[in-house]
Nanobody, 119 residues
């Protein structure tokens, strides 16, 4: 499985970015997907997850109402729309294939994309 994330960059606080993750190598439409992030000096944390059909989503409390995860199974992509960005959202963002919904076990990691939010 290959996961390629893109869309990171530098944005001012209050701005928006859209991350995209392109997947290849397996049946994308049958797996749950997620975005994680890791800020400097902190552990990697789950940001948002989406079920294989897209009908169920999960968000960590700190991004609820600001971030939206979506997927397009025809294009094998999963996106993360990030609005009202805050400096504390600065991190490397990773997309991942989930092996377990709820326990958030990751089967495959993509390479990260850096998001920097300036104050």
């Amino acid at each position: 499985v290959q996961l390629q994330a893109s869309g990171g960059g530098l944005v001012q606080a209050g701005g928006s970015l859209r991350l995209s993750c392109a997947a290849s190598g397996r049946t994308f439409s049958s797996v749950a997907m997620a975005w994680f992030r890791q800020a400097p000096g902190k552990e990697r944390e789950l940001v948002a997850a989406i079920s294989w059909s897209g009908s169920i989503t999960y968000y960590t409390d700190s991004v609820k109402g600001r971030f939206t995860i979506s997927r397009d199974n025809a294009k094998n992509t999963v996106d993360l729309q990030m609005n009202s960005l805050k400096p504390e959202d600065t991190a490397v963002y990773y997309c991942a294939v989930l092996g377990n919904w709820g326990a958030w076990k990751v089967d495959y990691w993509g390479k990260g994309t850096l998001v920097t939010v300036s104050s």
